[in-house]
């Protein structure tokens, strides 16, 4: 309890992929700090949040990168890089992503900076599944977080074996996200993901679903065909360990 | 046109006043730079946003201060200086201040930072309320934005006169705002918003009600007695003003 008495640490916010997507991570992020300060029984006010920074950077698509060059000189690592570098500079302690796929050059920035603590997306999605006694997880994200490996790793380091949709399911799952939730099309959207959450389900049986676009929470529990399922929002959980970071010890995962 | 050509401005947020409202403040910039994209005919993607930044620091109450010493060592002023100086090196253009008590230090920050354009919320409903002929105006907001006459001067400046409820119905926000809306008891706040406006509606007739403290939107929609009336969000205009700085040219008010 000792590091109660000191104040909480700055921490930040690498956001702009989208730019909805990331003011949303601060809506969460605040309410993480304000359930983290009810849970300590400490009194909540408008002093007692931690000095935090959003940046939203004009990204570069970061799919796309990842399909053609992930270290091109215009791509988005070098803006990544420039985002955590000027966060060094504030002061800033730890660094959410508050994108799924752009975990894909979080070694690369985690390695330049040792000064902070990168959080990684899929790393803590893990963690939280483990604690909860998980052996098997639905894994639901864009083709170039499936490309990159991100949750399978993740996830195999906690001992959680990843289940994923066919190549079909796959393409639904894009069609859902770019032509439903990117264009304002939530019906269209919500349809996608239950099309391909309910086979996996019916073949799976009851395991948890990470959310792993953060697009795909926007719709997806508007499916009826998602009902009762449990639905598992990285984002939520990263911005409780970003809170966490913020009040407590950093621990360097 | 021209303008458009040109890559967008940086723009900084200074939030922690409360942080949800610096969260939702972000939420609003983003919806005013797609609308501002779609009104001009751009294509809206992620990259066609501007680089922004939200500082939310935690910041000492401002109206307990504006009592008090406003020049207080250990005061508001400071930490606003601080977050707006912090902003200035990142070679942010705009700032705008997500808190309206705040604005009783609008015009010490704007001197001392001359490189970039502190945006005035009062200011910028002010020219609101103007380009659609208002002549008056309810000013509803906490009793520290009243004692500073933050809006009474923004509205004259306008030819708009400011319409106040009297010492009770001040009370009675106040109410409503730390009661209310402050402790999550939503259902107070939006009886004690009701039960002021209508009166105030009943003697001056179907004028602008400028709702100038960011708790009051909050509630007040949902109150029957502001059913009909034409309810100010200033916080919306402010989003839409430093979206306007970020894609076109910034003039300094």
Redesign the interface.
Known sequence: MQQQLQ?PRAVGILG?????A???F??L??QA?TAHLQQQGLPVH????????????????RSAALRADPQSPTGPAQHLLQGVG?MAA?GVRSVALACNTAHAWHGQLQALFPQLHVLHIARQAALHLQAGGAQQAIVLATQGTYDSGLYDAALAECGITALQPDAQGRARLMQGIYDGVKQGDMDLAARCFGEVLAPLLQRHGDVPVIMGCTEIPLAMPQSPLARGAELVDPAWILAQALAGDAYGPVAIQ
Chains 1, 2 share one sequence.
């Open positions: 104040p702009g992929m989208g730019p909805a990331g003011a949303d601060v809506r992020f605040v700090c408008d002093q007692a949040y931690p000095e935090h920074w959003l940046v939203q950077l004009p990204m570069p698509d000027r504030l």
